[in-house]
């Protein structure tokens, strides 16, 4: 079966991320597993991931001792593809928030183990840059394959606002992640549509190995799960395989 990698924001837990996304019952309906795991770092009541050199909500580094969450996650999907019951070549990640941040790492630095990455107000395409952290550090995203990326997000956002700023964790709008994210995959056709009164897309096709880079805003949308349409997600999901 397909396997979806569900992540939580920032001090949650992954109970709680599969309680408030309903993302179980859209597997139900059409038979993909979805894995909610915990941070590694504790913050909180919950946890926070471990993105190096990137700081945590608390605004501090992850500590030098902290579990390394890449290979926490990728060692997760070798125990579950090995139960037999989990389809290597059709695993995908998603996540709110800081989650979404993760998904994005791992994108970035683990793109061989994924179909697709679906950040949720939480696109990134690595570290800002230092010198000008309205731009992502090309040096700290470099994936070995494309990557089909498809984001969701708020327009009214006031924690990871697209348009940029806010925390040391952000800083660069999400069209610069858009953007790099493209030139990652090869893409060479910048495009903007409306889906409906109320979200839009905005992103880039003809990328190589038949990938595409998008994002979904929601018009009034905050910075919580709800700017997702789980059916949309999974719609995305399943067309991709690795």
Not at 25 to 47: K, L, M, N, Q, S
Not at 61 to 82: C, F, H, K, Q
Not at 104 to 130: H, M, Q
Not at 191 to 199: D, E, F, G, Q
Request: glycine content about 12%; proline content about 7%; overall charge neutral.
């Amino acid at each position: 079966m397909p396997l979806v990698i569900l992540l939580h924001g920032s001090t949650g837990t992954g109970a709680q991320m599969l309680r408030d996304s309903h993302l179980a019952e859209t597997a139900d309906r059409h038979g993909f597993v979805v894995a909610a795991p915990d941070g590694g770092i504790a913050a909180d009541r919950g946890y926070v991931w471990n993105i190096p050199g990137v700081p945590t909500v608390a605004g501090t580094l992850p500590p030098e001792n902290a579990r390394d969450d890449v290979a926490y996650l990728t060692g997760l999907i070798d125990r579950l593809v090995d139960t037999g019951c989990v389809d290597g070549k059709r695993v995908y990640v998603t996540g709110l928030s800081g989650g979404g941040r993760m998904a994005s790492w791992l994108g970035c630095v683990a793109a061989e183990r994924f179909a697709a990455i679906a950040p949720v107000v939480g696109l990134r395409a690595g570290r800002p840059l230092a010198s000008d952290p309205t731009q992502a550090d090309p040096a700290t995203c470099r994936p070995d394959a494309p990557l089909p990326v498809l984001a969701f997000a708020g327009d009214v956002d006031g924690t990871n606002p697209i348009t940029g700023g806010g925390a040391p964790y952000w800083r660069y709008a999400q069209a610069a992640a858009l953007q790099r994210w493209a030139v990652l995959n090869g893409c060479s056709e910048p495009y903007a549509r409306n889906l409906s009164a109320t979200v839009y897309e905005q992103g880039y096709a003809r990328c190589r190995g038949d990938t595409t880079v998008a994002a979904r805003v929601m018009r009034g949308g905050q910075h919580s799960w709800s700017v997702v349409d789980n059916e949309a997600l999974w719609a995305f999901l399943s067309r991709q395989r690795r």
